[in-house]
Protein backbone atom coordinates (compact mmCIF):
# COMPACT_ATOMS: atom_id res chain seq x y z
CA UNK A 1 0.00 0.00 0.00
CA UNK A 2 1.38 3.56 -1.07
CA UNK A 3 -0.02 7.27 -1.29
CA UNK A 4 0.51 8.97 -4.35
CA UNK A 5 -0.30 12.60 -5.39
CA UNK A 6 0.72 15.28 -8.42
CA UNK A 7 -0.20 18.33 -8.93
CA UNK A 8 -0.17 20.89 -11.48
CA UNK A 9 -0.04 24.58 -9.78
CA UNK A 10 0.12 28.35 -11.26
CA UNK A 11 3.37 28.31 -8.41
CA UNK A 12 5.98 26.13 -7.54
CA UNK A 13 4.22 23.14 -6.18
CA UNK A 14 6.58 21.41 -3.82
CA UNK A 15 5.29 22.77 -0.49
CA UNK A 16 1.55 21.58 -1.63
CA UNK A 17 3.04 17.98 -2.67
CA UNK A 18 5.00 17.97 0.84
CA UNK A 19 2.14 18.49 3.16
CA UNK A 20 -0.16 16.13 0.80
CA UNK A 21 2.56 13.17 1.61
CA UNK A 22 2.41 14.30 5.37
CA UNK A 23 -1.28 13.70 5.14
CA UNK A 24 -0.78 10.56 3.17
CA UNK A 25 1.83 9.47 5.75
CA UNK A 26 -0.64 6.41 7.08
CA UNK A 27 -0.04 4.83 3.72
CA UNK A 28 3.54 4.49 4.16
CA UNK A 29 6.13 4.74 6.36
CA UNK A 30 8.86 2.88 4.46
CA UNK A 31 10.48 5.47 2.42
CA UNK A 32 8.98 9.08 0.48
CA UNK A 33 9.92 10.83 -2.47
CA UNK A 34 9.35 14.10 -4.64
CA UNK A 35 10.02 14.08 -8.52
CA UNK A 36 9.07 18.25 -10.01
CA UNK A 37 9.36 19.57 -13.29
CA UNK A 38 10.85 23.49 -14.23
CA UNK A 39 11.93 25.10 -16.94
CA UNK A 40 12.85 21.51 -18.62
CA UNK A 41 14.46 20.11 -15.69
CA UNK A 42 13.78 17.53 -13.46
CA UNK A 43 14.72 17.71 -9.79
CA UNK A 44 13.98 14.50 -7.74
CA UNK A 45 14.64 13.89 -4.11
CA UNK A 46 13.92 10.67 -1.85
CA UNK A 47 14.74 9.55 1.40
CA UNK A 48 13.84 7.02 3.88
CA UNK A 49 11.11 7.05 6.55
CA UNK A 50 8.70 9.13 6.91
CA UNK A 51 8.51 12.51 4.83
CA UNK A 52 9.24 15.16 7.85
CA UNK A 53 12.63 12.84 8.35
CA UNK A 54 13.38 13.66 4.77
CA UNK A 55 13.12 17.08 3.50
CA UNK A 56 14.42 19.47 4.86
CA UNK A 57 14.70 23.08 3.68
CA UNK A 58 17.86 23.02 1.06
CA UNK A 59 15.94 19.89 -0.31
CA UNK A 60 12.69 21.58 -0.61
CA UNK A 61 14.63 25.03 -2.03
CA UNK A 62 15.71 22.83 -5.13
CA UNK A 63 12.10 21.23 -6.17
CA UNK A 64 11.58 23.98 -8.23
CA UNK A 65 8.40 23.75 -11.02
CA UNK A 66 4.46 24.05 -10.87
CA UNK A 67 4.46 20.04 -11.98
CA UNK A 68 5.59 17.90 -9.34
CA UNK A 69 4.52 14.10 -8.23
CA UNK A 70 5.12 12.31 -4.93
CA UNK A 71 4.75 9.08 -3.24
CA UNK A 72 4.74 7.50 0.04
CA UNK A 73 6.14 3.79 0.14
CA UNK A 74 5.71 0.81 2.33
CA UNK A 75 6.76 -2.39 0.00
CA UNK A 76 4.10 -4.54 -1.34
CA UNK A 77 5.66 -7.81 -1.93
CA UNK A 78 8.80 -8.20 0.53
CA UNK A 79 10.98 -5.20 2.13
CA UNK A 80 13.25 -3.56 -0.82
CA UNK A 81 16.56 -4.40 -1.46
CA UNK A 82 18.22 -1.46 -2.06
CA UNK A 83 17.74 2.53 -2.18
CA UNK A 84 16.62 2.33 -5.75
CA UNK A 85 13.26 0.70 -4.82
CA UNK A 86 11.98 3.97 -3.96
CA UNK A 87 9.37 5.91 -6.05
CA UNK A 88 8.92 8.55 -7.86
CA UNK A 89 10.86 6.60 -10.77
CA UNK A 90 12.69 8.50 -13.72
CA UNK A 91 13.38 7.42 -17.39
CA UNK A 92 14.64 9.92 -19.91
CA UNK A 93 13.07 8.82 -22.87
CA UNK A 94 11.08 9.45 -24.61
CA UNK A 95 10.00 13.56 -23.59
CA UNK A 96 11.33 12.55 -19.26
CA UNK A 97 8.91 10.92 -17.89
CA UNK A 98 8.54 10.41 -14.04
CA UNK A 99 5.91 7.74 -12.22
CA UNK A 100 4.71 7.32 -8.83
CA UNK A 101 2.19 3.91 -8.52
CA UNK A 102 0.21 2.18 -5.83
CA UNK A 103 -0.70 -1.47 -6.20
CA UNK A 104 0.94 -4.71 -7.40
CA UNK A 105 1.26 -6.19 -11.05
CA UNK A 106 0.71 -9.93 -11.01
CA UNK A 107 2.21 -10.61 -14.21
CA UNK A 108 5.84 -8.24 -13.53
CA UNK A 109 7.97 -11.43 -14.19
CA UNK A 110 6.53 -12.03 -17.67
CA UNK A 111 6.31 -7.95 -18.43
CA UNK A 112 10.25 -7.73 -17.15
CA UNK A 113 10.98 -10.56 -20.06
CA UNK A 114 9.39 -9.29 -22.36
CA UNK A 115 10.99 -5.43 -21.84
CA UNK A 116 14.16 -6.83 -22.32
CA UNK A 117 13.70 -9.03 -25.07
CA UNK A 118 11.14 -7.32 -26.99
CA UNK A 119 11.40 -3.44 -26.19
CA UNK A 120 15.15 -3.59 -25.34
CA UNK A 121 14.31 -1.62 -22.35
CA UNK A 122 16.42 -2.13 -19.15
CA UNK A 123 15.01 -3.02 -15.36
CA UNK A 124 17.00 -2.03 -12.82
CA UNK A 125 15.31 -2.86 -9.52
CA UNK A 126 12.95 -5.44 -8.32
CA UNK A 127 9.82 -2.83 -8.07
CA UNK A 128 6.87 -3.53 -10.73
CA UNK A 129 6.48 0.08 -10.44
CA UNK A 130 9.53 0.71 -12.56
CA UNK A 131 8.24 -2.30 -14.63
CA UNK A 132 5.24 -0.11 -15.22
CA UNK A 133 6.83 2.88 -15.71
CA UNK A 134 9.00 1.51 -18.81
CA UNK A 135 6.00 0.04 -20.67
CA UNK A 136 4.32 3.36 -20.48
CA UNK A 137 7.55 5.10 -22.14
CA UNK A 138 7.72 2.17 -24.47
CA UNK A 139 4.11 2.65 -25.45
CA UNK A 140 4.60 6.37 -25.54
CA UNK A 141 7.32 5.96 -28.00
CA UNK A 142 5.31 3.97 -30.32
CA UNK A 143 2.81 6.54 -30.53
CA UNK A 144 4.98 9.98 -30.61
CA UNK A 145 4.12 12.41 -33.38
CA UNK A 146 6.11 15.38 -34.20
CA UNK A 147 3.73 17.75 -31.72
CA UNK A 148 2.70 15.89 -28.48
CA UNK A 149 -1.15 15.32 -27.99
CA UNK A 150 -3.09 14.15 -25.47
CA UNK A 151 -4.28 11.60 -27.66
CA UNK A 152 -0.58 10.48 -27.29
CA UNK A 153 -1.16 9.87 -24.11
CA UNK A 154 -4.35 8.37 -23.58
CA UNK A 155 -3.16 5.78 -26.87
CA UNK A 156 -0.45 4.92 -24.72
CA UNK A 157 -2.58 4.45 -21.99
CA UNK A 158 -4.33 2.21 -23.47
CA UNK A 159 -1.15 -0.24 -24.56
CA UNK A 160 -0.54 -0.46 -20.42
CA UNK A 161 -4.05 -1.57 -20.12
CA UNK A 162 -3.73 -4.37 -22.52
CA UNK A 163 -0.19 -5.24 -21.12
CA UNK A 164 -0.33 -5.85 -17.29
CA UNK A 165 -2.56 -7.35 -15.15
CA UNK A 166 -3.45 -6.76 -11.23
CA UNK A 167 -4.38 -3.45 -9.47
CA UNK A 168 -2.57 -0.05 -10.02
CA UNK A 169 -3.13 3.91 -9.42
CA UNK A 170 -0.63 5.63 -11.48
CA UNK A 171 0.29 9.27 -11.37
CA UNK A 172 3.33 10.38 -14.03
CA UNK A 173 4.50 13.64 -15.07
CA UNK A 174 5.62 14.35 -18.88
CA UNK A 175 8.69 16.82 -18.85
CA UNK A 176 7.36 20.56 -20.02
CA UNK A 177 3.80 18.93 -21.16
CA UNK A 178 1.88 17.64 -18.08
CA UNK A 179 0.64 15.28 -15.35
CA UNK A 180 -1.31 12.44 -16.07
CA UNK A 181 -2.39 9.95 -13.75
CA UNK A 182 -5.01 6.65 -14.29
CA UNK A 183 -6.68 3.49 -12.66
CA UNK A 184 -6.62 0.18 -13.67
CA UNK A 185 -10.13 -1.47 -14.79
CA UNK A 186 -11.53 -2.16 -11.80
CA UNK A 187 -10.64 0.82 -9.63
CA UNK A 188 -9.10 -1.64 -6.81
CA UNK A 189 -6.66 0.47 -5.87
CA UNK A 190 -8.07 4.28 -4.76
CA UNK A 191 -7.70 7.74 -7.08
CA UNK A 192 -9.48 11.32 -7.30
CA UNK A 193 -8.79 14.26 -8.10
CA UNK A 194 -10.29 18.11 -7.17
CA UNK A 195 -9.49 21.33 -8.60
CA UNK A 196 -8.57 25.18 -6.34
CA UNK A 197 -8.71 28.62 -8.11
CA UNK A 198 -5.42 30.90 -7.33
CA UNK A 199 -5.59 34.38 -9.38
CA UNK A 200 -8.50 33.25 -11.10
CA UNK A 201 -6.72 30.36 -12.63
CA UNK A 202 -7.34 26.53 -11.88
CA UNK A 203 -4.64 24.27 -10.21
CA UNK A 204 -5.58 20.51 -9.97
CA UNK A 205 -4.36 17.72 -7.94
CA UNK A 206 -4.55 14.20 -8.12
CA UNK A 207 -4.27 11.84 -5.26
CA UNK A 208 -5.24 8.20 -3.27
CA UNK A 209 -7.06 9.65 -0.65
CA UNK A 210 -9.49 12.78 -1.00
CA UNK A 211 -8.32 14.34 2.43
CA UNK A 212 -5.20 15.22 0.55
CA UNK A 213 -7.29 17.42 -1.48
CA UNK A 214 -9.24 18.75 1.16
CA UNK A 215 -5.79 19.72 3.30
CA UNK A 216 -4.66 22.12 0.60
CA UNK A 217 -7.38 23.69 -0.55
CA UNK A 218 -8.71 21.66 -3.10
CA UNK A 219 -12.47 20.81 -4.16
CA UNK A 220 -13.00 17.30 -4.35
CA UNK A 221 -14.31 16.67 -8.06
CA UNK A 222 -14.87 13.07 -8.19
CA UNK A 223 -12.69 9.71 -8.28
CA UNK A 224 -11.20 8.56 -11.39
CA UNK A 225 -13.03 5.31 -13.15
CA UNK A 226 -12.10 2.00 -13.65
CA UNK A 227 -9.64 2.34 -16.97
CA UNK A 228 -10.01 6.18 -17.46
CA UNK A 229 -7.22 8.47 -17.54
CA UNK A 230 -6.80 12.11 -16.79
CA UNK A 231 -3.96 14.62 -17.84
CA UNK A 232 -3.54 18.11 -17.20
CA UNK A 233 -1.77 19.63 -19.69
CA UNK A 234 0.79 22.23 -19.69
CA UNK A 235 -1.69 25.02 -19.84
CA UNK A 236 -3.84 23.91 -17.29
CA UNK A 237 -6.42 21.94 -19.26
CA UNK A 238 -7.93 18.81 -17.60
CA UNK A 239 -8.23 16.23 -20.76
CA UNK A 240 -10.21 12.66 -19.72
CA UNK A 241 -10.54 9.56 -21.60
CA UNK A 242 -11.90 6.04 -20.98
CA UNK A 243 -8.55 3.90 -22.52
CA UNK A 244 -10.39 0.56 -21.87
CA UNK A 245 -13.53 -1.08 -20.93
CA UNK A 246 -13.98 -0.89 -16.95
CA UNK A 247 -14.12 -4.85 -15.92
CA UNK A 248 -16.49 -4.05 -13.13
CA UNK A 249 -16.10 -1.61 -9.85
CA UNK A 250 -14.69 -3.64 -7.23
CA UNK A 251 -12.67 -1.22 -4.85
CA UNK A 252 -10.44 -3.33 -1.81
CA UNK A 253 -12.67 -3.07 0.64
CA UNK A 254 -9.44 -3.21 3.47
CA UNK A 255 -9.30 0.14 2.68
CA UNK A 256 -12.20 0.95 4.93
CA UNK A 257 -11.12 -1.22 7.37
CA UNK A 258 -8.22 -0.57 7.81
CA UNK A 259 -6.09 1.62 5.45
CA UNK A 260 -7.90 4.82 4.58
CA UNK A 261 -7.91 7.70 6.87
CA UNK A 262 -11.60 8.06 8.44
CA UNK A 263 -12.16 11.66 7.39
CA UNK A 264 -11.95 10.42 3.17
CA UNK A 265 -14.23 9.76 0.81
CA UNK A 266 -13.69 6.61 -1.71
CA UNK A 267 -15.90 6.34 -4.68
CA UNK A 268 -18.19 8.15 -2.98
CA UNK A 269 -18.22 6.41 0.06
CA UNK A 270 -17.28 8.25 3.30
CA UNK A 271 -14.75 5.92 5.32
CA UNK A 272 -16.02 7.10 8.63
CA UNK A 273 -19.23 6.31 7.61
CA UNK A 274 -18.17 2.60 6.83
CA UNK A 275 -16.86 2.09 10.40
CA UNK A 276 -19.65 3.17 12.31
CA UNK A 277 -21.98 0.44 10.24
CA UNK A 278 -19.21 -1.88 10.91
CA UNK A 279 -19.56 -1.60 14.92
CA UNK A 280 -23.73 -1.75 14.57
CA UNK A 281 -23.06 -4.70 12.61
CA UNK A 282 -21.16 -6.81 15.00
CA UNK A 283 -22.80 -5.51 18.02
CA UNK A 284 -25.83 -7.70 16.33
CA UNK A 285 -24.10 -10.28 15.63
CA UNK A 286 -22.78 -10.02 19.27
CA UNK A 287 -26.03 -9.79 20.47
CA UNK A 288 -27.77 -12.53 18.22
CA UNK A 289 -24.92 -15.17 19.52
CA UNK A 290 -24.41 -14.03 23.48
CA UNK A 291 -27.42 -12.14 24.29
CA UNK A 292 -26.76 -12.61 28.02
CA UNK A 293 -23.35 -11.25 27.78
CA UNK A 294 -21.16 -9.83 30.81
CA UNK A 295 -19.32 -7.10 29.45
CA UNK A 296 -18.66 -4.45 31.51
CA UNK A 297 -16.97 -2.17 29.14
CA UNK A 298 -15.62 -2.00 25.77
CA UNK A 299 -12.26 -0.31 24.88
CA UNK A 300 -11.11 -0.02 21.56
CA UNK A 301 -7.73 -0.52 20.31
CA UNK A 302 -6.44 2.71 19.06
CA UNK A 303 -6.81 3.92 16.84
CA UNK A 304 -8.31 2.38 13.41
CA UNK A 305 -11.25 0.64 15.39
CA UNK A 306 -12.04 3.65 17.73
CA UNK A 307 -15.10 4.57 15.18
CA UNK A 308 -16.49 0.81 15.65
CA UNK A 309 -16.05 0.26 18.63
CA UNK A 310 -17.71 3.50 19.78
CA UNK A 311 -21.00 2.30 17.31
CA UNK A 312 -20.63 -1.15 19.05
CA UNK A 313 -20.63 0.27 22.57
CA UNK A 314 -23.50 2.28 21.66
CA UNK A 315 -25.63 -0.38 20.24
CA UNK A 316 -24.78 -2.61 23.08
CA UNK A 317 -25.86 -0.38 25.53
CA UNK A 318 -22.31 -0.90 27.55
CA UNK A 319 -19.96 1.68 28.77
CA UNK A 320 -17.20 3.03 25.70
CA UNK A 321 -13.77 3.66 27.38
CA UNK A 322 -10.39 4.45 26.09
CA UNK A 323 -8.30 1.97 28.18
CA UNK A 324 -4.82 1.94 26.23
CA UNK A 325 -2.89 5.10 25.12
CA UNK A 326 -1.01 5.18 22.37
CA UNK A 327 2.50 6.37 21.45
CA UNK A 328 1.83 8.29 18.64
CA UNK A 329 5.72 8.35 17.97
CA UNK A 330 5.84 4.41 17.08
CA UNK A 331 4.49 3.88 13.28
CA UNK A 332 1.50 1.29 11.67
CA UNK A 333 2.82 -2.26 13.37
CA UNK A 334 0.80 -4.10 10.53
CA UNK A 335 3.42 -2.22 7.65
CA UNK A 336 6.74 -3.03 9.94
CA UNK A 337 8.71 -5.24 7.96
CA UNK A 338 9.63 -7.70 9.95
CA UNK A 339 7.71 -9.98 12.70
CA UNK A 340 10.17 -8.84 15.77
CA UNK A 341 10.16 -5.05 14.86
CA UNK A 342 5.93 -5.58 15.41
CA UNK A 343 6.55 -7.49 18.42
CA UNK A 344 8.71 -5.06 19.88
CA UNK A 345 6.30 -2.05 18.88
CA UNK A 346 3.81 -3.20 20.30
CA UNK A 347 4.59 -2.47 24.06
CA UNK A 348 6.33 0.75 22.74
CA UNK A 349 3.21 1.74 21.15
CA UNK A 350 0.39 1.34 23.55
CA UNK A 351 0.31 1.55 27.78
CA UNK A 352 -3.04 0.19 29.67
CA UNK A 353 -4.78 2.27 31.84
CA UNK A 354 -4.88 -0.23 34.73
CA UNK A 355 -7.89 1.86 36.71
CA UNK A 356 -10.51 0.96 33.06
CA UNK A 357 -9.78 -2.79 33.36
CA UNK A 358 -9.04 -3.55 36.87
CA UNK A 359 -11.55 -6.40 37.93
CA UNK A 360 -13.86 -6.02 34.61
CA UNK A 361 -15.04 -7.94 31.83
CA UNK A 362 -13.43 -6.24 28.41
CA UNK A 363 -14.35 -6.45 25.09
CA UNK A 364 -11.61 -4.98 23.00
CA UNK A 365 -12.15 -4.27 19.89
CA UNK A 366 -10.16 -4.20 16.61
CA UNK A 367 -10.58 -3.41 12.63
CA UNK A 368 -9.10 -6.89 11.98
CA UNK A 369 -6.88 -9.54 13.22
CA UNK A 370 -3.89 -10.85 11.01
CA UNK A 371 -1.22 -12.74 12.56
CA UNK A 372 -2.70 -12.64 16.05
CA UNK A 373 0.38 -11.95 17.82
CA UNK A 374 -0.20 -8.39 18.25
CA UNK A 375 -3.98 -9.61 19.80
CA UNK A 376 -1.98 -11.66 21.64
CA UNK A 377 0.19 -9.37 23.26
CA UNK A 378 -2.58 -6.58 24.04
CA UNK A 379 -4.51 -9.24 25.79
CA UNK A 380 -1.62 -10.18 28.11
CA UNK A 381 -1.68 -6.39 28.80
CA UNK A 382 -5.22 -6.35 29.26
CA UNK A 383 -5.28 -8.94 31.53
CA UNK A 384 -1.68 -7.50 33.62
CA UNK A 385 -3.64 -4.50 34.21
CA UNK A 386 -6.04 -6.16 35.93
CA UNK A 387 -8.84 -7.43 33.84
CA UNK A 388 -11.30 -10.46 35.10
CA UNK A 389 -11.96 -11.79 31.47
CA UNK A 390 -11.29 -10.63 27.95
CA UNK A 391 -13.01 -10.75 24.90
CA UNK A 392 -12.03 -9.73 21.46
CA UNK A 393 -13.74 -8.59 18.60
CA UNK A 394 -12.88 -8.03 14.77
CA UNK A 395 -14.75 -5.27 12.85
CA UNK A 396 -13.45 -7.54 9.94
CA UNK A 397 -13.69 -11.26 9.17
CA UNK A 398 -10.69 -13.96 9.60
CA UNK A 399 -8.18 -13.06 7.08
CA UNK A 400 -6.96 -16.03 5.26
CA UNK A 401 -5.70 -15.40 1.93
CA UNK A 402 -2.86 -13.28 0.36
CA UNK A 403 -3.91 -9.76 -0.89
CA UNK A 404 -2.44 -9.14 -4.42
CA UNK A 405 -3.20 -6.00 -5.52
CA UNK A 406 -1.07 -3.70 -2.71
CA UNK A 407 -0.82 -5.08 0.40
CA UNK A 408 1.72 -6.72 1.58
CA UNK A 409 -0.10 -9.04 4.23
CA UNK A 410 2.42 -11.98 5.42
CA UNK A 411 3.04 -15.10 3.60
CA UNK A 412 -0.23 -16.78 4.40
CA UNK A 413 1.13 -19.74 6.38
CA UNK A 414 1.33 -16.98 9.20
CA UNK A 415 -1.98 -15.75 9.46
CA UNK A 416 -3.56 -16.89 12.74
CA UNK A 417 -6.02 -17.89 11.14
CA UNK A 418 -4.49 -19.91 8.83
CA UNK A 419 -5.83 -23.63 9.16
CA UNK A 420 -7.29 -22.71 12.88
CA UNK A 421 -10.89 -22.63 13.73
CA UNK A 422 -12.35 -19.57 15.73
CA UNK A 423 -12.28 -21.74 18.67
CA UNK A 424 -8.44 -22.61 17.95
CA UNK A 425 -7.69 -18.78 17.54
CA UNK A 426 -9.34 -17.62 20.78
CA UNK A 427 -7.00 -20.03 22.33
CA UNK A 428 -3.89 -19.13 20.45
CA UNK A 429 -4.32 -15.32 21.33
CA UNK A 430 -5.88 -15.69 24.57
CA UNK A 431 -9.18 -14.49 24.73
CA UNK A 432 -12.05 -15.76 26.90
CA UNK A 433 -14.44 -15.21 24.08
CA UNK A 434 -13.84 -14.22 19.96
CA UNK A 435 -16.09 -12.69 17.60
CA UNK A 436 -15.74 -11.60 13.92
CA UNK A 437 -17.41 -9.72 11.29
CA UNK A 438 -19.26 -11.40 8.66
CA UNK A 439 -18.50 -10.83 5.39
CA UNK A 440 -22.10 -10.43 4.29
CA UNK A 441 -21.92 -8.22 7.04
CA UNK A 442 -18.50 -5.84 6.64
CA UNK A 443 -19.75 -5.22 2.79
CA UNK A 444 -23.17 -4.26 3.75
CA UNK A 445 -21.92 -1.69 5.73
CA UNK A 446 -19.60 -0.35 3.30
CA UNK A 447 -22.21 -0.03 0.71
CA UNK A 448 -23.77 3.29 0.42
CA UNK A 449 -26.73 3.96 -1.77
CA UNK A 450 -24.89 7.37 -2.69
CA UNK A 451 -21.98 5.59 -4.70
CA UNK A 452 -21.98 3.28 -7.86
CA UNK A 453 -20.18 0.53 -5.55
CA UNK A 454 -21.84 -2.56 -5.34
CA UNK A 455 -19.20 -4.78 -4.64
CA UNK A 456 -15.63 -5.17 -3.85
CA UNK A 457 -12.32 -7.16 -3.69
CA UNK A 458 -12.28 -9.22 -0.82
CA UNK A 459 -10.08 -12.08 -1.31
CA UNK A 460 -7.98 -11.63 2.00
CA UNK A 461 -11.27 -12.84 3.54
CA UNK A 462 -12.79 -15.15 0.97
CA UNK A 463 -10.22 -16.02 -1.61
CA UNK A 464 -11.50 -14.36 -4.87
CA UNK A 465 -9.42 -12.73 -6.40
CA UNK A 466 -11.55 -10.18 -9.13
CA UNK A 467 -9.31 -10.15 -11.63
CA UNK A 468 -9.50 -14.18 -12.24
CA UNK A 469 -5.78 -14.48 -13.10
CA UNK A 470 -4.32 -15.25 -9.86
CA UNK A 471 -2.60 -18.60 -10.27
CA UNK A 472 -1.45 -21.29 -7.57
CA UNK A 473 2.11 -20.69 -8.60
CA UNK A 474 1.72 -16.99 -7.94
CA UNK A 475 0.63 -17.16 -4.33
CA UNK A 476 3.79 -19.68 -3.62
CA UNK A 477 6.38 -17.25 -5.61
CA UNK A 478 4.37 -14.20 -3.26
CA UNK A 479 4.51 -16.54 -0.17
CA UNK A 480 8.22 -16.88 -0.63
CA UNK A 481 8.82 -13.18 -0.85
CA UNK A 482 6.64 -11.87 1.89
CA UNK A 483 7.52 -14.55 4.83
CA UNK A 484 9.54 -13.20 7.84
CA UNK A 485 12.92 -14.93 6.97
CA UNK A 486 12.97 -13.34 3.28
CA UNK A 487 12.73 -10.00 4.63
CA UNK A 488 15.32 -10.48 7.18
CA UNK A 489 17.59 -10.48 4.30
CA UNK A 490 16.35 -6.88 3.06
CA UNK A 491 17.92 -3.77 4.61
CA UNK A 492 16.58 -0.52 3.09
CA UNK A 493 19.56 2.17 2.54
CA UNK A 494 18.80 5.91 1.53
CA UNK A 495 21.33 8.48 0.22
CA UNK A 496 20.57 11.82 1.25
CA UNK A 497 21.13 13.29 -2.24
CA UNK A 498 18.65 15.57 -4.60
CA UNK A 499 19.14 14.03 -8.42
CA UNK A 500 18.68 16.63 -11.10
CA UNK A 501 18.06 15.27 -14.33
Not at 39 to 64: A, C, M, N, P, Q
Request: glycine content about 6%; overall charge neutral; some cysteine.
Amino acid sequence: MCGIVALYGINHVVHDVYESLTVLQHRGQDASGILTNHGGKITLRKSLGLVRDGFEYKHIDRLKGHLGIGHVRYPTAGHAESPSEAQPFYVNSPYGIGLAHNGNLINSSELKDNLFSEDLRHINTKSDSEILLNILAHELHLHRKEKFTPDDLFYAIAGVHRRVKGAYAVVCLIADRGIAAFRDPRGIRPLCFGTREIDGKQETMVASESVALNSAGFTLVRDIRPGEAIFIDIDGNVHTRQCCEPQGYTPCIFEYVYFARPDTILDGISVYRARMNMGKNLAKKITSSWPQNDIDVVVPIPDTSRISALELSTSLNKPFREGFIKNRYIGRTFIMPEQNQRIKSVKRKLNAIASEFKDKNVLLVDDSIVRGTTSKQIIEMARDAGAKKVYMASAAPPVKFPNVYGIDMPASNEFVADKRNEDEITKFIGADKLFYQNLDDLVSSVIDSSSPIKDFDASCFDGNYVTGDVTKEYLKQLDNLRNDVSKKLHKLEMSDDVIVY
